[in-house]
């Protein structure tokens, strides 16, 4: 864990603190009515706690994901390169590995595609369907670019009602309870499309024709290793690529600057923009933040964390302290380590 001397912000603070001494006593009353007496320094300076980010070893695992479009003619799995959009969707495939393959530090191990249809038709024959699409992506890739065959994992995918339910839950349709009560309320698959065949003609047209299209894909996953970066190598590749570096190495960059600075604290934003549900980040992030003065990106940052750590309480107990929260900012140091039990030391002195 590392440390940094914040400047107190205290004479700005909404709570009426007189500034002229070195001290500013504060009393408190507890529940049992006793006083508890405060010592805020008004000169003296609170530390923010950071947290050392775990290490990944001498590889990274990495992927990336996403969703092909492809157009096929109903019922049928052949690829057809020139019908509407599928030469640029196959390229951009294509180009997504070819950028991995051609990065020295990067090595693929395998890549995966399931296919995922529409309801229409008998459940099993779309699950027979699903696979034999996501094969023909596989099999297009591998011969038309010379890929090995040993890199690959097809899966059949079926029907894909989960993201026909949170499309039409997140719609504006005015008859969305009734869909989402037959997609969530009929367990067999073949039931549940006859019931949705049976809503009004228009209604199940617009879903066919505004819903169904974006069913109907290849999901894919590359995966690959990283090979780990230098602090000076991270900070070339941060310029141009900050999402593919690790936590470790967007830490080690911003130790190669003055704590507190504007690079500084960019680093530690942009590892909680790439990493939102590390609780590392977001306590890194709310340190930098309190190091700026920002309460409200401090604030917004310790929310997202999810287990309490002595970092956690320590920085909580300094916001509490710009907040004017005095005696919350004293419970909160309790917890918070040894940087914490130092900070609540200042206030009793």
């Not at 997202?304 to 920085?315: D, G, K, P, Q």
Request: net charge negative; with cysteine.
């Amino acid at each position: 864990m590392k440390s940094l001397r914040l400047l107190p912000l205290f004479c700005l603070l909404s709570l009426s603190l007189a500034c002229a001494s070195n001290r500013t006593r504060i009393v408190e009353r507890s529940r049992e009515t006793s006083e508890t007496t405060y010592y805020v320094p008004a000169s003296d300076e609170f530390e923010v706690s950071y947290l050392t980010p775990r290490s990944e070893g001498g590889s990274r695992m990495r992927s990336q994901t996403g969703k092909a479009y492809l157009d096929f003619e109903p019922g049928t799995s052949e690829i057809q390169p020139n019908y509407r959009n599928n030469a640029s969707v196959l390229q951009r495939i294509y180009d997504q590995i070819r950028a991995i393959q051609d990065n020295p530090d990067a090595r693929i191990i395998g890549i995966t595609f399931i296919g995922r249809t529409s309801p229409e038709g008998e459940f099993s024959a779309n699950m027979v369907l699903s696979g034999e699409r996501a094969m023909a992506v596989k099999n297009y890739l591998r011969d038309r670019h010379g890929l090995s065959e040993g890199l690959f994992t097809v899966a059949e995918g079926g029907e894909d009602w989960a993201a026909l339910d949170s499309m039409i839950a997140n719609s504006h349709l005015k008859s969305k309870s009734a869909i989402l009560s037959i997609i969530r309320g009929t367990d067999v698959y073949d039931e549940r499309e006859y019931e949705m065949s049976k809503m009004p003609d228009m209604l199940y047209r617009q879903i066919a024709a505004e819903y169904y299209p974006r069913l109907r894909c290849v999901e894919y996953r590359i995966d690959y290793t990283m090979a780990a970066y230098s602090a000076k190598k991270a900070k070339d590749v941060y310029a141009d690529s900050p999402a593919s570096l690790s936590q470790e190495e967007l830490f080690s960059i911003a130790n190669t600057y003055e704590p507190g600075s504007d690079a500084y604290n960019e680093v530690f934003e942009t590892t909680a923009r790439l990493y939102p549900n590390s609780d590392v980040a977001n306590v890194n992030a709310a340190a930098s933040a309190l190091t700026n003065g920002d309460m409200r990106a401090a604030a917004r940052y310790l929310d997202r964390v999810t287990e309490s750590s002595s970092a956690y309480w320590n920085n909580m107990g300094v916001l509490a302290i710009m907040q004017g929260d005095v005696e919350r900012a004293y419970d909160y140091f309790q917890h918070g380590g040894v940087l914490g039990a130092s900070n609540a030391a200042k206030l009793l002195q």
